[in-house]
């Protein structure tokens, strides 16, 4: 059995995570060679990357590789574990997944042009999810390259504007450093950040100590400027109704520390941002009035009430289909606090903060005028756990998630990917405890990898996933790896066999789509095959009895189970 827990060293994540150090990224000749004490062979590039390899706490190598890998990765020294997926887009989501849940990067290992081409969508869903991540790319040998051999990569460019940062060494002496600064740039942009490297690279000469371009250590100020945290609590004070949103970009124990002090002050009504991939605030909180939709004309109904909205986290504010109009009523004050310089550049508002959203609210907080609660909101609507279907009717989305509401422990994580039934899901399952919530805020294919990466960084924490079958069959078999760890995560998939959403637009445009449907496909099926424990549901009563056996292991499973739930397609969409 694997027993997976987090790096010895992961004192460093939570330093980054808080936005305080960095860990040391030192390479010298000592640390070289005792990669390779016991050989008489001279220290080479791939004894240096192990060491800051170490060093930076990426111990664990999630990949799919091929021949241009195999230097690297053979004879690979017992203290770095190797996580093997079966598509690249489930390296990177578990990879994803694991940065999300140690709040430090985590690293891919890609391989050449199939590697990274088939990564491009998890890549894109990463940097939108903030997930920062190493990612090491495969390459022909240099020494032939001018002639494009076979899996010779056009790499630079190939993910697009995705990758936060992207570097081909000059030298194979230059790798470990250029990984050490993909590092630094994956923390500090919060995304996936990418060397390229030639396969005869791995076994060249290691670089002097002094060769190591990077930083030993790098250390981040988080301090609120004084003088700004006066202007921001003035404005607030100007205003006669002020109201927070909140964004994925607050998720962690001092943002919502900061935030529910800075709540209570104010007495103020606290929305969660529309399209959020993680929680802000604890949402079974009296003052948490619910999640924003992705209408503009809905929310400037929803906000009409407040002149003064203070957006932490995120950017002001993710749309999903187009409406006419603006996104507040005339002359509502707007200001942003976010880590993100593009979110806040790209936010039409008064005021655009930059800096640690947590520390920002913390020092808000003791300086704003102190208000009356407003109390729980009059307009919020939690809806009851539906009705037990009557005999011959089928499940609904409702009944599992109101079934998952009641028995969850507070401490769960859950992944989310079932875009029609997710408004209902925001309704009926309360974030309650940081990280509690996560969902993918890019391409489909995240919810089943990233569950798989998150269980292994996170074995303190129940983890479930819950899907829909169109979104799990992107990423179906990332559930090899789940059965080949031992990672203890109920992935539940709602299968309705359809794509719901495309079926609801199509039929507000008065036509139907040319899609059939796959009711046909067997999703308990596919995942026996993958070594992974599936159970059917299709009736009530069965669901209740599932859960009520399942749920309770969920902290010390070590071994995936995944329930097919049978149930009807979403009747409507609205974002």
């Known amino acids: 059995m694997q027993d997976w827990k987090r790096p010895n060293d992961l004192q460093y994540g939570s330093a980054v995570a808080t936005g305080r150090v960095e860990p040391t990224a030192e390479v010298g000749p000592r640390g070289a060679a005792a990669a390779t004490e016991g050989t008489s062979s001279a220290p080479t590039v791939r004894d240096a990357t192990f060491d800051v390899l170490r060093r930076l706490g990426l111990t664990t190598i999630f990949s799919n590789p091929g021949s241009t890998e195999v230097p690297f990765l053979a004879g690979m020294p017992p203290d770095l574990e190797f996580v093997l997926a079966l598509h690249e887009g489930a390296v990177v989501g578990m990879a994803a997944g694991h940065a999300i849940g140690l709040g430090a990067p985590a690293l891919a290992l890609l391989h050449s042009t199939p590697g990274l081409g088939n990564a491009v969508a998890a890549l894109a869903t990463a940097r939108q999810n903030r997930a920062p991540i190493v990612v090491v790319v495969g390459q022909q040998d240099r020494r032939h390259l001018a002639q494009e ?10 993910a697009g504007d995705y990758p936060v940062w992207i570097d081909q060494p000059v030298r194979p002496q230059d790798v470990p450093g250029a990984i050490a600064r993909a590092y630094h740039e994956a923390v500090s942009a919060r995304g996936p950040a990418i060397v390229i490297v030639p396969m005869d690279d791995w076994l060249a000469p290691a670089p002097a100590a002094h060769e190591i371009a990077a930083p030993k250590r790098i250390l981040r100020s988080a301090a609120a400027d004084p003088a700004m945290v006066e202007e921001l609590a003035a404005l607030v004070d100007s205003a006669e109704s002020p109201a927070l949103i909140v964004g994925a970009g607050a998720d962690g124990e001092q943002g919502w520390a900061a935030l529910t002090a800075l709540a209570e002050r104010l007495g103020c009504r606290v929305w969660q941002e529309p399209f959020g991939g993680q929680a802000g605030f604890p949402q079974d909180h009296p003052q948490f009035a619910g999640h924003l939709p992705a209408r503009r004309s809905r929310v400037r109904d929803i906000l009409s009430p407040h002149d003064m909205l203070l957006v932490v986290g995120t950017g002001f504010l993710r749309q999903y289909p187009y409406d006419r109009g603006p996104l507040v009523r005339s002359g509502t004050l707007i200001a ?21 959203p947590a520390t920002v609210c913390r020092d808000l907080a003791a300086s704003v005028t102190e208000r009356a609660p407003a109390g729980p909101d009059p307009g919020r609507y939690i809806p009851p756990a539906p009705a037990p279907p009557a005999d011959g009717q089928p499940l609904r989305a409702g009944h599992l998630l109101a079934a998952l509401a009641q028995r969850l422990p507070k401490d769960a994580i859950l992944i989310e990917e079932t875009p029609s039934s997710r408004p209902e899901l925001h309704a009926r399952v309360p974030a309650t405890a940081p990280l509690g919530f996560v969902s993918a805020m890019g391409m489909l294919g995240f919810a089943l990898p990233a569950a798989i990466g998150m269980r292994m960084a996170r074995p303190d924490r129940p983890v479930l996933t819950v899907t829909g079958d169109g979104s799990a069959l992107y990423q179906i078999l990332a559930l090899w790896s789940a059965a080949e760890y031992r990672t203890g995560v109920l992935f539940v998939v709602l299968s309705n066999g359809r794509y719901a959403i495309m079926d609801r637009l199509a039929e507000r445009s008065g036509k139907t789509g040319p899609w059939p449907t796959f009711e046909g496909i067997d999703i308990t099926a596919l995942a026996r095959a993958q070594g992974v424990e599936a159970i059917r549901v299709e009736t009530h009563d069965d669901l209740a009895a599932q859960l009520d056996a399942l749920v309770p292991t969920l902290a010390t499973r070590t071994t995936p189970i995944l329930l097919d739930v049978s149930v009807a397609p979403d009747e409507t969409f609205d974002p």
């Open 336 to 356: 942003v606090i976010t880590q993100d310089p593009a979110e806040a550049h790209r936010s039409p508002v008064d005021l655009a903060v930059i800096g640690s």
């Open 149 to 158: 051999p076979f899996l010779a990569g056009r790499l630079d460019g190939l």
